[in-house]
Nanobody, 124 residues
């Protein structure tokens, strides 16, 4: 059973940076699609960045390209989201998600079975 635990959220001023972490357990050595989503109250959840852990291929939403970077340290079973040049519109609850292969790392269409509890990011 895959479990995901996010950390690293907080409050930051516009232009600042945060790095989110998602520690995973219960995964096997096979590749996974993993992603970061975000959601604000009253809005649909939005895919932000995704990665295929088997090869490191990534995909990003247009709204974060050039500012956010997703990565995975397989030795630590941890997924990261480095967020730079943060904007007030980046304020949201951020969730980590995972799906076993076969899966799609297309951030717009990938579907995920496993989710973390979320970590809040506030940019003022």
């Amino acid at each position: 059973h895959v479990q995901l635990v996010e950390s690293g959220g907080g409050s930051v001023q516009a232009g600042g940076s945060l790095k989110l972490s998602c520690t995973t357990s219960g995964t096997t050595d096979s590749g996974y699609c993993m992603a970061w989503f975000r959601q604000v109250p009253g809005a649909e959840r939005e895919g932000v960045a995704a990665i295929y852990t088997g090869g490191g291929t990534t995909d990003y939403a247009d709204s974060v390209k050039g500012r956010f970077s997703i990565s995975r340290d397989n030795s630590k079973n941890t997924l990261y989201l480095q967020m730079n040049n943060l904007l007030p519109e980046d304020t949201a609850m951020y969730y980590c998600a995972a799906e076993e292969t076969p899966c799609s790392y297309d951030v717009a269409v990938g579907e995920y079975s496993f989710w973390g509890q979320g970590t809040q990011v506030t940019v003022s």
